[in-house]
């Protein structure tokens, strides 16, 4: 089996069906229903259905493919799911064209859209009214040929930096995320809207796991989409309501989840698949009892003569006789349990199916909600039960495990260190030599401190038992202790955001402000012809009054090759001007005094500057101490590829 960090816990409830609808009827009756997490063995079909559309009916393919937006038909398939399944089930049945008093926008926040603003263009290109968020850290510059393309598509804001570093204020916001790298609710934090309509994400690689929740709160519906050509194909989706005030209180019971529509072909909805411990036993117990009806007594004695002999030596030395012990076995006749009783352990536990149906479908519009009952025994004569969402089970300390596991593993990943997580300790008895690897019981994740010995069968000694003793290291408690006081605070990385975000903020209505005072007098240094006119201003006005000349202002836009910062309340920064047409970089000159700043702000501001940023600056032209030409600046602002981005 593949890594389970590449696979969903969501699984296909049937196969694609030959009718216009792939969802079956919410009647149906969940006895004659195929079991919950399986599907044919046929393979579904794959869909030409959205290639279809963007060849023959998409008006605005061709202006896409003029763009060079997607690089293979894979691309397309994928951004046009995100948008059926944003056009279906969240754009609110308003057009949302009209501004708020505040001026705030409806917004499309795309996350992880590659290189290019794919997804984004073609939301941009078919929802009207909605400005459309192209978020990607590997984006290309505004300075290729391509991307100059992009700045003439309407309500398309294109931002090249890591979503955690931006804030985007809206009125109604729509988050989309295309394979991205980040947790659904790191792209949420960055989204201050008064309405979040929806998210939908198309996961894929090893965040499968990682975008399963949206603060606590699982998908409202998750399907393949096999109109996507590709494996990642599954799409999962948040839907909000506008008439929940309570908050973190979202009523879905309005929504229209159905794949019943015929712009849903090809889509096959998913259930999750329950793949904990309590599933993990339960399928386990199933198991064992059809194995104990087909042993013969031979191996019924066999075993009992390997397990009485294994399980003393393996316990008594490391378990008083107080401790909490959870055993595991696959003897029906719980050999292992009438040991340890027998030899004076008094917290002794088992499991069991429950007396009812072990799984349950409940039919409450949402087919195969699976259920599993299992029953705790304390070996005495008290018997606890409990259920999955129940109470918590008693407090033990160590569990036993006599050949449970093993068999429990049969046909399965074995590679699942995540099983054994939680255990404070585990004694495992089984014929698996190579659990002992670092794959299994000696992962490093699990920190355990593993004693192995060896008991051999009576009738079989050429197939020895194995025994492994797992405790937790003790240095793992004070090592998460350590790691616990090195991590910054829950907020912190939001309120260095922030502070950076309001600091830019004010630098652009600073900015703005002198950008009007100096009216006709500014000469935006955009072209080869444009630096050579400032240079020339320059020249003539230091010709024209050697002793004060008048000042030659320039708007100068470029990406920060270098900063230089110095005590005394000045920095030098080396701009790399787009479209100049020199290669050699504008030297900018940040002097306290000019620009009106406090120590402290001053310094707040330079530490900001980073290599990449782009950054505008508006100053005058002066002469540093070898003769050089330098632009003196009186105010700037971070353009939008920088660290921390603002949106309003």
Known sequence: MASSRHVSRWRLCHPPQASDSA?????????????????????????????????????????????????????????????????????????????????????????????????????????????????????????????????????????????????????????????????????????????????????????????????????????????????????????????????????????????????????????????????????????????????????????????????????????????????????????????????????????SLAEELPFSVADNGERGIKRLKLQLHKCSKITVSFEREGEPAPPLACVLDAGFLFRGFRGRAKKSPAFFRLLASLVCLTPRKQWRKKEFLTHPDLGYDVQSLIATRNQSPDTPVYVYCCFKRQAIAALATTEQASKPEPGTDTIARDAALETWLGLETELNTRKSELGDQLVVMDSPAARVKAAQDQEQAVTDNLTDPRKVYIQATGEISRVRRFSNGMAFVSLELAGSGYDRPLQVFLQRDTLGWSLEMFAKVVSLLRKGDELVAVGFMARNARGHSMLQVEALSLARTGEFEAYN
Request: glycine share 8%; net charge negative.
């Open 23 to 351: 969802e079956t009827s919410p009647s149906s009756s969940p006895d004659v229903s195929p079991p919950v997490a399986t599907v044919s063995a046929s393979t579904p079909p794959v869909s030409l259905r959205y290639l279809n559309e963007f060849v023959g009916k998409l008006h605005c393919a061709p202006a896409l493919l003029r763009h060079g937006l997607f690089p293979d038909a894979k691309e397309v398939t994928e951004s046009m799911a995100l948008f059926n399944a944003v056009r279906r089930y969240m754009e609110p049945k308003s057009s949302g064209e009209e501004l708020q008093g505040d001026g705030k926008h409806n917004g499309i926040v795309v996350v992880g859209d590659g290189n290019t603003p794919r997804t984004a263009a073609m939301f941009a290109f078919r929802m009207r009214g909605w400005k459309c968020y192209s978020v990607d850290p590997a984006m290309e510059k505004g300075t290729s040929e391509r991307s100059k393309g992009w700045a003439d598509v309407a309500n398309l804001v294109v931002v090249r930096n890591k979503i955690e570093n931006v804030r985007i204020a809206l009125r109604r916001a729509i988050v989309v995320l295309v394979h991205a790298h980040v947790t659904l609710d790191q792209a949420l934090s960055a989204v201050q809207a008064e309405q979040v309509c929806g998210v939908v994400t198309l996961p894929c690689c090893n965040w499968y796991g990682k975008q399963e929740l949206l603060f606590g709160r699982g998908p409202d519906l998750v399907y393949d989409d096999f109109s996507v050509l590709s494996d990642h194909r599954e799409i999962r989706l948040w839907v909000g309501d506008e008439s929940a005030h309570a908050p973190g209180s979202v009523d879905t019971s309005h929504a229209d989840l159905s794949l019943a529509s015929s712009v849903m072909k090809g889509c096959v909805r998913k259930e999750l698949r329950h793949d904990g411990v309590l599933d993990f036993i339960g399928d386990t117990l199933g198991e064992l009892s059809r194995d104990a009806s087909t042993m013969t007594p031979e191996e019924y004695i066999a075993e009992e003569q390997t397990m009485g002999s294994s399980v003393p030596s393996a316990v008594a030395s490391h378990l008083g006789m107080d401790t909490h012990v959870l055993a595991l076995g696959w003897h029906p006749r719980r050999l292992v349990v009438r040991l340890l009783l027998r030899d004076g352990y008094t917290n002794v536990y088992t499991v």
